[in-house]
């Protein structure tokens, strides 16, 4: 292909827009190369009835990637350029952490309608409603902290990958380190041995940290909080975030749930009273530090 990931990250930096990195240049290739393949009509050796009846078989198709590294290496970056020039339709990008909350919400529904008999047909039909216009999803920051989307994982994407689904995901953690500590951990161990057979697993492990070399540069506060100050916050904010999807999300902490109202790849944005005129505790705040790496805050009085 011409114009894949792989080509726009040279015109990139070609450009001066970007600083070649030989790290994130190889890492580009390997995009270009899963885009060529997806690209590629895929061989079908089974007919329809064949297919409708041979669950328990994986689908023929290209393993996906799973990008792993610190922050600010540029795996959101590559993860743009590869899902805006991959020639799929059906493609879907997704932040984990909401991909898991409406998992749960999708299978809360289907257990209370009564229409499966176990939890494996409730699962299954949850894999229907991700495939149904899906055959290419890319996860952003793939992290494993909850217990409950831990033991649904392996089951999920088990019934994902035989409908053929591929996968392409961003995570600071290596799969052998994600859910590290958790209660049951021997039980996610299978999904870590799936995910490394089903994906390619990656290192972006660039020296250079570019995120924080921006903040370095562009400074770590403002003021008076005047406008200049809250466009300068804007400008920061828009940059630690590139090109994802800014949105709200839920944490639970303890049992109930901390609202952040704007956030993505890490990043959070508040204002001061939504932080700190709240009847929040240090549990909510240490819930803060280990989702996110910067916290933008406005309005500072």
Same mark, same amino acid.
Do not use: W
């Given at each position: 292909?011409?114009?894949?990931?792989?080509?726009?990250?040279?015109?990139?930096?070609?450009?001066?827009?970007?600083?070649?990195?030989?790290?994130?240049?190889?890492?580009?290739?390997?995009?270009?190369?899963?885009?060529?393949?997806?690209?590629?009509?895929?061989?079908?050796?089974?007919?329809?009835?064949?297919?409708?009846?041979?669950?328990?078989?994986?689908?023929?198709?290209?393993?996906?990637?799973?990008?792993?590294?610190?922050?600010?290496?540029?795996?959101?970056?590559?993860?743009?350029?590869?899902?805006?020039?991959?020639?799929?339709?059906?493609?879907?990008?997704?932040?984990?952490?909401?991909?898991?909350?409406?998992?749960?919400?999708?299978?809360?529904?289907?257990?209370?309608?009564?229409?499966?008999?176990?939890?494996?047909?409730?699962?299954?039909?949850?894999?229907?409603?991700?495939?149904?216009?899906?055959?290419?999803?890319?996860?952003?920051?793939?992290?494993?902290?909850?217990?409950?989307?831990?033991?649904?994982?392996?089951?999920?994407?088990?019934?994902?990958?035989?409908?053929?689904?591929?996968?392409?995901?961003?995570?600071?953690?290596?799969?052998?380190?994600?859910?590290?500590?958790?209660?049951?951990?021997?039980?996610?161990?299978?999904?870590?041995?799936?995910?490394?057979?089903?994906?390619?697993?990656?290192?972006?492990?660039?020296?250079?940290?570019?995120?924080?070399?921006?903040?370095?540069?562009?400074?770590?506060?403002?003021?008076? @909080?005047?406008?200049? +100050? $809250?466009?300068?916050?804007?400008?920061?904010?828009? !940059?630690?975030? %590139?090109? &994802?999807?800014?949105? =709200?999300?839920?944490?639970?902490?303890?049992?109930?749930?901390?609202?952040?109202?704007?956030? @993505?790849?890490?990043? +959070? $944005?508040?204002?001061?009273?939504?932080?700190?005129? !709240?009847?929040? %505790?240090? &549990?909510?705040?240490? =819930?803060?530090?280990?989702?996110?790496?910067?916290?933008?805050?406005?309005?500072?009085?």
């Amino acid at each position: 292909m011409s114009d894949g990931p792989y080509d726009r990250y040279m015109a990139l930096c070609a450009a001066g827009e970007l600083s070649p990195d030989p790290v994130q240049e190889s890492v580009a290739a390997r995009l270009q190369a899963l885009a060529s393949a997806l690209a590629a009509p895929r061989r079908e050796t089974r007919g329809l009835i064949g297919r409708l009846l041979s669950r328990d078989e994986p689908a023929n198709g290209p393993r996906g990637i799973y990008l792993h590294g610190g922050v600010g290496r540029g795996k959101s970056m590559l993860m743009d350029l590869f899902f805006e020039t991959v020639p799929v339709t059906a493609k879907r990008r997704v932040h984990f952490h909401a991909f898991m909350q409406e998992v749960h919400r999708t299978i809360h529904l289907e257990r209370q309608s009564g229409r499966h008999d176990s939890d494996g047909d409730t699962i299954s039909a949850m894999a229907d409603a991700v495939t149904r216009n899906t055959t290419l999803l890319c996860f952003d920051e793939f992290h494993v902290t909850d217990i409950a989307d831990a033991m649904i994982l392996g089951r999920l994407f088990e019934q994902l990958f035989r409908r053929g689904i591929v996968v392409v995901a961003t995570s600071n953690r290596h799969p052998r380190d994600l859910y590290a500590g958790g209660i049951n951990r021997q039980l996610f161990l299978p999904f870590i041995a799936m995910l490394e057979e089903r994906l390619e697993i990656i290192a972006v492990d660039t020296e250079q940290d570019y995120r924080m070399a921006f903040l370095a540069e562009a400074g770590v506060y403002r003021v008076p @909080a005047d406008a200049a +100050a $809250r466009a300068a916050l804007d400008t920061a904010f828009a !940059r630690l975030v %590139g090109e &994802a999807e800014v949105e =709200a999300v839920s944490i639970e902490v303890q049992g109930r749930m901390l609202e952040v109202p704007r956030q @993505a790849r890490h990043v +959070a $944005r508040f204002n001061f009273e939504e932080l700190c005129d !709240r009847p929040l %505790g240090s &549990a909510d705040y240490l =819930a803060l530090t280990e989702h996110f790496h910067t916290l933008v805050i406005d309005d500072i009085p």
